[in-house]
């Protein structure tokens, strides 16, 4: 079965349901509202949609405590809203990937129920037991600082169960092949529906080997090979997109020698870099990353992104690199989370257009599928007054008028930002469209943009050196079209100055503006950037790239 890559040129736009738009007035978003929205999106140029989990569930950890993986909870709607919703992403050529929670459920499942009523329980088995409180009981925990143990005794099962995140999240046991036979019935379900694919969370706990005293164990990656056949023959052109913060050596063994495992990935790693590149104006670093994170499999590809639905998490830095970045974007106490991460929005942590901007253009042109948050197209900002990752999980601002226009209810499932500067009366949907300079309508052309450069997802790349640590240089080539992006990481304006040796790319189109840059005698570019200035490329211009495509 040859693979539809649709993924290498797409526009991901992550939302929390609960969060985005709320039709039926009780404070809580839901599919109706989405699907109202969906118009808003397609302008934007966004073509895929992942959503958070939206099936039924206790919510004390946003969703991610499931009881029940074959429906819709009620807050949302129902699965004929969630039909309806797909048949209105379809007609506009939006595919939707959601999220896919099986490394654990919520206690409240009736598998965990069943399996904690006694040692010959029908689903003992489907989740993982000690009889004796084992030695690293306090080992592991994902939530440093707010969660105190990864077994906990049940006096029911008289035993303890293992759960990575919190102790209502009891881990499911992925070695046992009922449990993987019923992960698999999960997908086919939702693939039925029509999604396109599956955010898969928290990847390296479901491969690990679980049980007591077994703590950090060999992964096991064939689970997600079996994953990976089940999904493609279902579905051919369905994809996994994986959560899996890693180190770079890893990252093959996650994409698989032959491609084999996951289609795309988060590039946690590059992602650190780039904020620590931001920090300090040195874009060695972070060309340092992208050439540790690069893959050879064809059918790979890194999912890059600025922030999302958790706090920031740098922990693959080194203690100064870490130190640096908590200076510049969280230096207070408040603004930090589990000691490795900021739970902050992008735009109040870099603080002023031109950075933001340039944050963007660089996310958008790495290598790979770029993947954006709501909320920060209009430069939304972020609570700290609410707990922990809730601090940016806000409702979307979609106007002026009251509760932002989200919803009609008095009270919300979040309360909204209405204070200083990125309070919802300045900064929202409505205002920003009719503002021609507005972030907004800024994005909506960076979007097009990327779209109009299928070099990023597709080509071969390199970076090219300058004499500037402050600006990254990006070339790529696909199909004898050649793109140059330049990205001024400075407060202060440099000149970058590089060679292209292809006689057709002594001539470089601005893409951005007009302007060009002829190479001179000795085949070198000088291109001056200004303080936190950007520059896309394209040798030869469009005309070029339309006879060679």
């Not at 032959?258 to 650190?272: A, I, K, R, W």
């Not at 040796?501 to 007009?514: H, P």
């Not at 200035?533 to 030869?540: D, I, L, P, Q, S």
Request: overall charge negative.
């Amino acid at each position: 079965m040859i693979e539809d890559l649709w993924y290498k040129n797409a526009i991901i736009y992550s939302l929390d349901l609960e969060t985005f738009m709320d039709l039926n007035g009780d404070g809580v978003g839901d599919f109706e509202g989405l699907s109202r929205r969906l118009d808003y999106l397609q302008a934007m140029g966004v073509d895929t949609v992942w959503l958070a989990p939206f099936q039924p569930t206790p919510n004390k950890d946003n969703g991610y405590d499931i009881k029940d993986y074959y429906g819709v909870d009620p807050r949302h709607g129902t699965s004929g809203n969630f039909v309806e919703f797909m048949h209105q992403a379809n007609k506009r050529g939006i595919k939707v990937i959601i999220d896919l929670v099986v490394n654990h459920t919520s206690d409240e499942h009736p598998w965990f129920q069943n399996a904690r009523s006694g040692e010959n329980a029908k689903l003992r088995d489907w989740y993982v037991w000690s009889r004796k409180k084992p030695r690293n009981w306090n080992k592991g925990m994902v939530f440093p600082g707010v969660q105190k143990a990864t077994w906990t005794y049940d006096a029911k099962a008289k035993a303890y169960y293992f759960h990575r995140f919190y102790k209502f999240q009891p881990d499911l046991n992925i070695e046992n092949r009922e449990v993987r036979e019923e992960i698999h019935r999960i997908m086919g379900y939702w693939l039925e529906l029509g999604v396109a694919g599956f955010r898969v969370d928290a990847v390296p706990f479901i491969l690990e080997t679980q049980g007591a005293g077994k703590l950090g164990s060999e992964l096991k990656f064939d689970y997600l090979k079996e994953m990976r056949r089940f999904v493609q023959w279902r579905r051919g052109n369905a994809v996994l997109l994986g959560e899996a913060n890693v180190e770079p050596r890893e990252s093959i063994k996650f994409f698989g020698e032959e491609g084999e495992g996951l289609h795309l990935m988060f590039n946690f790693y590059v992602n650190q870099y780039l904020f620590y590149s931001l920090a300090t104006a040195d874009v060695r670093p972070l060309a340092k990353a992208l050439e540790e994170t690069r893959t050879k499999v064809p059918s790979a590809q890194w999912a890059n992104f600025l922030r999302n639905h958790d706090e920031l998490d740098i922990d693959r830095l080194k203690e100064e690199e870490k130190q640096k970045v908590f200076e510049k974007f969280g230096p207070q106490k408040k603004m930090q989370l589990y000691d490795r991460g900021i739970r902050r929005r992008l735009a109040p942590m870099l603080g002023n257009r031109q950075q933001l901007e340039l944050a963007y253009s660089v996310m958008f042109s790495l290598p790979g599928t770029p993947v954006m948050r709501y909320g920060d197209e209009l430069g939304m900002g972020e609570n700290l007054s609410l707990e922990e990752r809730d601090a940016v999980r806000t409702p979307m601002q979609w106007s002026g008028d009251a509760q932002a226009g989200f919803s009609e209810a008095n009270h919300l499932v979040h309360p909204l930002i209405d204070e200083g500067p990125y309070a919802y009366q300045q900064v929202n949907v409505e205002a920003q469209r009719r503002d021609p300079g507005s972030l907004l309508n800024w994005m909506t052309a960076l979007i097009r943009l990327r779209q109009e450069c299928p070099e990023i997802g597709w080509g071969d790349w390199e970076i090219l050196e300058t004499d500037s640590p402050q600006i990254l240089v990006m070339h790529y080539r696909w199909q004898n079209s050649c793109l140059v992006i330049l990205h001024n990481f400075d407060s202060h304006a440099h000149v970058a100055s590089f060679t292209l040796q292809e006689e057709y790319e002594q001539t470089l189109v601005n893409l951005c503006k007009n302007g060009e840059s002829k190479a001179d005698e000795n085949r070198q570019h000088h291109i001056t950037l200004n303080a936190y200035g950007y520059a896309w490329y394209r040798a030869g211009g469009l005309s070029h790239f339309m006879r060679k495509a």
